[in-house]
């Protein structure tokens, strides 16, 4: 089975300060994995998806994450915060057809 | 084309009634799911859909729900005898059979069971 953990459900930064989202997962086999983001009462959004070719992903608004087979992890950064950031961001792994999704990690920009 | 849309997208019920969600996916997708989301978590798989074939069911999809895709296009989720732990968001995505990892959610539709 596999499945993801996302380490922290809240995360807070100044605008301008680096991000980093965690997520690590566990798979048996090569997995699929993405980062989606959920504003309020907006559907998910793809940010970024790593599918066994490079291993930084680069996604939109300047997200990027980094397939790390050796610490199983797939976290998110993006070097500056902006405000318009502030979301629910997803992490995601999927395999045949079955994604399984993080509890979510809520980040909050402060001015 | 709008993406994938969700209808309604709040619906506030009482205990015992019967609700039906509507999900309109992407033209040109042929996969189709649903998935519940509670408060404070991840989305939670519930169903998918080929074309008008329901290929897998969640455990968590209890005989009290049932989805269709009569033509292979837009997709109902019904809930019968709503209990108040049925109150989520419901999300339907769409995605194409060649790409079926990658998927477009829609907005969701937020039951409310009172």
């Known amino acids: 089975a596999q499945s993801v953990t996302q380490l922290g459900s809240h995360v807070s930064v100044s605008e301008g300060a680096l991000v980093l989202l965690r997520c690590n997962y566990s798979?048996?086999?090569?997995?699929?994995l993405f980062w989606y983001v959920q504003y309020p009462n907006q559907g998910l959004q793809l940010l970024l998806k790593y599918t066994s070719a490079a291993t930084l992903v680069k996604g939109i608004n300047g997200f990027e994450a980094e397939f790390k087979k050796s610490e199983t992890s797939f976290h998110l950064t993006k070097p500056s915060a902006h405000m318009s950031d502030a979301a629910e961001y997803f992490c995601a792994v999927s395999y045949n057809n079955d994604m399984r999704f993080g509890a979510g990690t809520r980040l909050t920009v402060k001015p | 084309d709008t993406g994938v849309s969700q209808d309604p997208r709040h619906k506030i019920t009482k205990r015992g009634q019967n609700v039906t969600f509507r999900c309109d996916p992407i033209?040109?997708?042929?996969?189709l799911y649903w998935y519940r989301q509670t408060l404070g978590q991840g989305p939670e798989f519930l169903t998918y859909f080929q074309n008008e074939a329901q290929l897998e069911k969640s455990r968590l999809l209890s005989n009290r729900f049932s989805a269709e895709r009569p033509k292979g296009s837009f997709s109902t989720l019904e809930i019968q005898r709503t209990e108040q732990g049925d109150s989520a968001m419901y999300l339907c995505?769409?995605?194409?059979?060649?790409?079926?990892?990658?998927?477009?959610f829609g907005a969701g539709s937020r039951l409310t069971v009172l």
């Open positions: 995505a769409s995605s194409l059979r060649r790409d079926s990892n990658v998927l477009t």
């Open positions: 798979s048996s086999v090569p997995p699929y």
């Open positions: 033209s040109e997708h042929n996969r």
